[in-house]
């Protein structure tokens, strides 16, 4: 720490009387910081060069695992200047300036939560003195004397950054957050632990610059991709993003207030704890491709690719893809728990669906021998007494019917030495099952069945009807099957095949062989595999595959899911930790406490622990005050997130002028003019393509959304386009058109349709107090 501490005062810190003076200076200040962590980092490189280029001279020296492991340092210093220099626009990004602790030690201290300051740090005029600073950032790097030159952001010493308050501000006095691009630092905002302190750095007062970086970041314009958050995590946030991964952690938090952020960033923090377990198995399951397109950036931010899957609801099942939209009321019958004992049946039901052959004829020790409807319907009966999948039943079946057949062909008696017997058995079961009219038979009476293809077979209204009697009535019937017959699936119909998958039983696959990697056989190396040959994503894309069940689940969005997701996703974590993140008041499932039940199911008997989230970094005010008002419609008494910031700007209403496509197009347009990012445009699902068409032209800085697809995103300006059709859409119609209210970060329009009942200030009725 004294090297820093040193390296600090080498550009003098004194106040100025110029505001930028002092700024540029502080600026200067970091800057000579981040020269030193770059020139260290070369330094590695260059050392770890010549170690290889020595060791290529000299041939085998040492022993290979030696060898093994200079290439390794090669390798990672490598690495860390790629990330460097290609990936970490702000590498480095956040100090603390700390008193000296309680035990008087200096350096790291390894706590989790700011400790105190030693007795006496304070003199009784309210003065101090600094006792060491840290500088935190996406990655770690050491000083030729082992002392941090930066400190990983995810590391127990970097906690006081995020967890330090004015109301609990530990050892921490000043916390400044460092902007920079590539190896210039660009701009420095602190905020203060201690107000009231007067706290000196050799010698000098403390300056403070800037209002604070949680601002600096809200204010920033939005893009179609979701940017980390590791500057300016708040301590509510970090206890989430830290928490142990023993068990269930479940997280609750309104619109807006980082669940997302923060679930992502604690995947980042699990694998930085303990990478062995977790590298590869952590999967995050988002509740929209747009979502995952959304977030996808931010994990390779904070320096982790390839290590995790996020994946959307309707992918989680491989070669399926949800492209399809079901209406609410077939989405609440396929979503729904019922669907189980349907499937069940229909799994059974579909060995007959095709046609079942009703006899069987084979020739066998030169006899010919028979087997009737009668005879085949009790075997069948006697196969599917148990529970077990129906695909794995097959070989019982087989054995059953060599078993009536053998006892047909008279040759059951011929011998009575035991082991003639067997003996003549045998070739008589080699001989039929061998011959090509059993084979055939079996293939036809005991087909392998697919769940897509028992899917395909419930499209049929009869035999949809058959299987669900007494679970769904008539009209669910009609319409369920009405949806299977589309060409595609929809994402109900993804949990489905899963659930489907799991009762027939999927037939043995040969497993995928993993090429060898010496680099694997060392020790703490995964870290190095995202540079390989191959690509992050295919690495991704490759475990996800290749992996039925993680060691640590992630579920955003989580109220959305309805039960039988939650069977899907709970497969893939029998055995695993997990972060639940989710806000009730959001659902667009209509019977949460079904979901829920699921829900607990999924998750076990695990111990949970509860987390709530209750700050809106995204909403202004202005637009969280409005949604508010539906709310209190959607769940009356629940509480609303507090908005961190005010626009000054109020939500605009607006009644369609010439038509509604037209004024939506007047109204996105006005926005565009008036925000720098990007302008989502909400409508009730079925105007989607319309409302793209009505859209067409203005760039692509405007897109045009679905409600439901509007889930989890967020644009600098949002237009809300009636939303009584959007409330009306479904039983959880309210609950989703407060997800569309909450969206924007900077202004919201609100256009009234048809069915919407504006006054004359042109608030709709659902809006109003
Ligand atoms: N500590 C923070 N510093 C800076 N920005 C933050 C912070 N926490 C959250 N944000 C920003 O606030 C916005 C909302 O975060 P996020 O999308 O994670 O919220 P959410 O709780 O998942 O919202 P929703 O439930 O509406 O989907 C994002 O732009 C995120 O980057």
């Known amino acids: 720490m004294a090297a820093q501490a040193q390296q600090t005062s080498a550009v003098d810190p004194v106040q100025d009387t110029g505001h930028d003076s002092v700024r540029d200076r502080e600026i200067g200040v970091e800057q000579v910081h981040l020269d030193r962590v770059y020139r260290r980092l070369e330094e590695k490189i260059h050392e770890a060069e010549f170690l290889m280029e020595d060791a290529a001279r000299r041939g085998q020296v040492g022993t290979p695992g030696a060898l093994a492991e200079r290439d390794a340092q090669v390798f990672r210093a490598g690495v860390h200047l790629n990330r460097l220099n290609n990936e970490f626009e702000d590498f480095l990004f956040g100090r603390i300036d700390l008193l000296p602790g309680k035990d008087g030690k200096k350096g790291p201290d390894g706590a989790y939560t700011a400790v105190e300051p030693a007795e006496g740090a304070v003199r009784p005029d309210n003065t101090a003195d600094i006792a060491e600073t840290l500088h935190i950032g996406r990655i770690g790097v050491l000083d030729e004397d082992y002392s941090p030159l930066v400190i990983d952001w995810r590391a127990p010493a970097a906690a006081p950054f995020y967890r330090s308050t004015p109301v609990d501000p530990g050892r921490v006095v000043r916390r400044r957050v460092i902007r920079s691009k590539g190896r210039r630092v660009l701009g420095v905002e602190d905020d203060l632990m201690r107000p009231e302190l007067k706290a000196f750095l050799d010698g000098h007062e403390l300056p403070v610059i800037g209002d604070g970086a949680l601002m600096a970041a809200l204010g920033q314009a939005r893009s179609h991709t979701m940017r980390d958050i590791v500057a300016s995590i708040q301590a509510e946030q970090d206890l989430v993003i830290r928490a142990p991964a023993a068990s269930v952690t479940y997280v609750e938090g309104g619109p807006g207030t980082g669940k997302t952020a923060v679930a992502l960033h604690r995947a980042a923090y699990l694998l930085y704890q303990d990478r062995r377990r977790y590298a590869g198995g952590i999967l995050i399951v988002s509740p929209t491709p747009l979502l ?20 959307a609801i309707g992918s989680l099942v491989d070669g399926a893809e949800a492209t399809l939209y079901d209406s609410p009321a077939v989405a609440r019958a396929k979503g729904s728990s019922r669907m189980l004992k349907v499937l069940r049946k229909a799994a059974r039901g579909a060995l007959e669906a095709n046609g079942s052959p009703d006899r069987l004829r084979v020739v066998a020790f030169g006899r010919r021998l028979e087997l009737e409807a009668g005879e085949l319907g009790r075997i069948r009966q006697t196969v599917l007494g148990g529970t077990a999948p129906v695909n794995l039943l097959r070989p019982r079946a087989r054995r059953l019917l060599l078993d009536a057949l053998w006892q ?3 040759a059951a008696g011929r011998h009575t030495d035991p082991e003639l017997a067997a003996e003549l058995r045998s070739s008589f079961d080699e001989d039929v099952a061998g011959e090509d009219s059993f084979i055939a038979f079996l293939d036809a009476w005991w087909p392998e069945l697919t769940p897509a293809g028992v899917l395909a077979a419930m499209a049929d209204e009869k035999r949809l009807g058959r299987w669900s009697r007494r679970v769904l009535n008539p009209g669910e019937v009609r319409r369920v099957a009405r949806s299977l017959k589309r060409d595609g699936h929809s994402v109900h119909d993804i949990a489905l095949l899963d659930e489907l998958n799991a009762v027939l039983g999927a037939p043995a696959r040969p497993r995928r062989r993993r090429e060898l990697d010496p680099l694997d056989q060392l020790t703490g190396l995964e870290e190095l595999m995202p540079v390989r040959e191959e690509s992050q994503r295919e690495r991704a894309e490759r475990l996800a595959q290749e992996r039925v069940e993680y060691a640590h689940v992630i579920v955003d969005e989580a109220q959305d899911l309805t039960p039988m997701q939650w069977r899907m996703v709970g497969r893939r974590g029998r055995h695993a930790t997990w972060t639940v993140v989710g806000d009730p008041a959001q659902s667009s499932w209509s019977d949460p406490d079904e979901a829920a039940e699921a829900r607990d199911e999924a998750l076990g008997t695990r111990p949970r622990r509860r987390f709530q989230l209750t700050v809106n970094y995204r909403n202004p005010a202005e637009i969280a005050d409005l949604a508010a008002k539906v709310l209190a419609l959607a769940m009356p008494g629940s509480e609303a997130p507090s908005a961190v910031r005010s626009t000054g700007v109020q939500p605009r209403f607006t009644v369609v002028r010439e038509s509604l496509g037209e004024t939506v197009r007047e109204e996105a347009a006005r926005l565009l003019d008036r925000v720098d990012g990007t302008i989502g445009v909400v409508v009730a699902m079925n105007r989607r393509e319309e409302a793209r068409r009505w859209l067409a032209g203005l760039g692509d800085r405007v897109v045009a959304l679905g409600s439901l697809e509007a889930k989890g995103l967020e644009y600098d300006a949002t237009v809300v386009v ?19 209210l909450t969206r924007a970060t900077q202004q919201l329009t609100v256009v009234s349709g048809e069915r919407d009942e504006p006054d004359a200030a042109g608030v709709p009725d659902l809006l109003r107090d």
């Not at 995952?292 to 994946?311: C, D, N």
């Not at 009636?722 to 569309?740: F, K, N, Q, W």
């Open 722 to 740: 009636s939303p009584a059709e959007i409330a009306d859409e479904s039983p959880a119609g309210l609950r989703v058109l407060y997800v569309a």
């Open 408 to 410: 047909k062909s008279g």
């Open 292 to 311: 995952v397109a959304y977030t996808e950036g931010v994990l390779p931010s904070l320096g982790e690719e390839g290590q995790v899957a996020i994946r």
